[in-house]
């Protein structure tokens, strides 16, 4: 069974910074993109940050470009999102996916998705 947990999540001031963390089980991920997104309350699932299966090409939004950064390590079948310089309108959950069929910035195009982590940003 394949299981993405989601961890690090939590209640931040504003201009702190998280970092979430992403392990899957059941299969490896290693020659998968995997990918962050984002969901507020009343709000659309938003693209947050991917990454190429040897991390050598990311990819984010212009929203995040430059305070976010994905890593992973294919290792230990995880997968990373460093954020720093928090702001409040980044709070949402936070989703990791895997197994992209098809485009790396769409929710639809991912088939395993983790519970999600809640980031709360207080200003």
């Known amino acids: 069974q394949v299981q993405l947990v989601e961890s690090g999540g939590g209640l931040v001031q504003a201009g702190g910074s998280l970092r979430l963390s992403c392990a899957a089980s059941?299969?490896?991920?290693?020659?998968?993109?995997m990918a962050w997104f984002r969901q507020a309350p009343g709000k659309e699932r938003e693209f947050v940050a991917a990454?190429?299966?040897?991390?050598?090409?990311?990819y984010y939004p212009d929203s995040v470009k430059g305070r976010f950064t994905i890593s992973r390590d294919n290792a230990k079948n995880t997968v990373y999102l460093q954020m720093n310089s928090l702001k409040p309108e980044v709070s949402a959950v936070y989703y990791c996916?895997?197994?992209?069929?098809?485009?790396?910035?769409?929710?639809?195009?991912?088939?395993?998705w983790g519970q999600g982590t809640q980031v709360t940003v207080s200003s």
């Open positions: 996916a895997a197994n992209r069929i098809g485009t790396y910035y769409s929710s639809s195009d991912y088939t395993y």
């Open positions: 059941g299969r490896t991920f290693s020659s998968d993109v």
């Open positions: 990454i190429s299966w040897n991390g050598g090409r990311t």
